[in-house]
Antibody, heavy 116, light 110 residues
Framework: QVQLQESGPGLVKPSETLSLTCTVS????????WNWIRQPPGKGLEWIGY???????KYNPSLKSRVTISLDTSNKQFSLKMTSVTAADTAVYFC??????????WGRGTLVTVSS | NFMLTQPHSMSESPGKTVTISCTGS????????VQWYQQRPGSAPTTVIY?????PSGVPDRFSGSIDTSSNSASLTISGLKTDDEADYYC?????????FGGGTKLTVL
């Protein structure tokens, strides 16, 4: 049974870079699209982007200029970096894996607050 | 841009049936598959319907999905409502290969 666990700082200062890692356990990192999705407090879901098992990435056009998602197959991890954060980036960040058209695996989510 | 619109909230009594709509604008709902996710407070979402009407293993058949091209919408129907179905429900599809979500519907069962 595949399990995902997000990790990273819970507090980031405005204008700095948000960095999160998702560790995959209990299954293969191959043949899966590894995604980041976020949810501002009290609001809906927003897809950030994904990285495939080959390392190619696709991003939400509204975030593309600030986001990088990368894959570390040897450690079974994938990561999110978001630059120049503002208070609007405060959210619960979920990592998720999709085999086909839907998200088969989800992490529990981690709250990241942007504040000085 | 293709967008998905859901009612903000709905309520229904236990044992009844509720249908949550997801209306597309700026494109055809039939152009890409629609998925539905259930999210209980404080938890990650889980998939209840994929590819318009398919159920992942373990999802009860009280949950069903459909598409209506005449209204350009997809729907999630939950029959025999249980208090445990009280949650937020999100539809999801694609805008030119990018993932998009509807705004979510808060379902109250009381």
């Amino acid at each position: 049974q595949v399990q995902l666990q997000e990790s990273g700082p819970g507090l980031v200062k405005p204008s700095e870079t948000l960095s999160l890692t998702c560790t995959v356990s209990g299954g293969s990192i191959n043949s899966v699209y590894w995604n980041w999705i976020r949810q501002p407090p009290g609001k809906g879901l927003e897809w950030i982007g994904y990285v495939s098992d080959s390392g190619s990435a696709k991003y939400n056009p509204s975030l593309k200029s600030r986001v990088t998602i990368s894959l570390d197959t040897s450690n079974k991890q994938f990561s999110l970096k978001m630059t120049s954060v503002t208070a609007a980036d405060t959210a619960v960040y979920f990592c998720a894996g999709s085999l086909t058209n839907y998200y088969d695996y989800w992490g529990r989510g981690t709250l990241v607050t942007v504040s000085s | 841009n293709f967008m998905l619109t859901q009612p903000h909230s709905m309520s229904e009594s236990p044992g009844k049936t509720v249908t949550i709509s997801c209306t597309g604008s700026g494109g055809s709902i039939a152009s890409n598959y629609v998925q539905w996710y259930q999210q209980r407070p404080g938890s990650a979402p889980t998939t209840v319907i994929y590819d318009y009407h398919q159920r992942p293993s373990g999802v009860p058949d009280r949950f069903s999905g459909s598409i209506d091209t005449s209204s350009n919408s997809a729907s999630l129907t939950i029959s025999g409502l249980k208090t445990d179905d009280e949650a937020d429900y999100y539809c999801q599809s694609y805008d030119n290969t990018f993932v998009i979500f509807g705004g979510g519907t808060k379902l109250t069962v009381l």
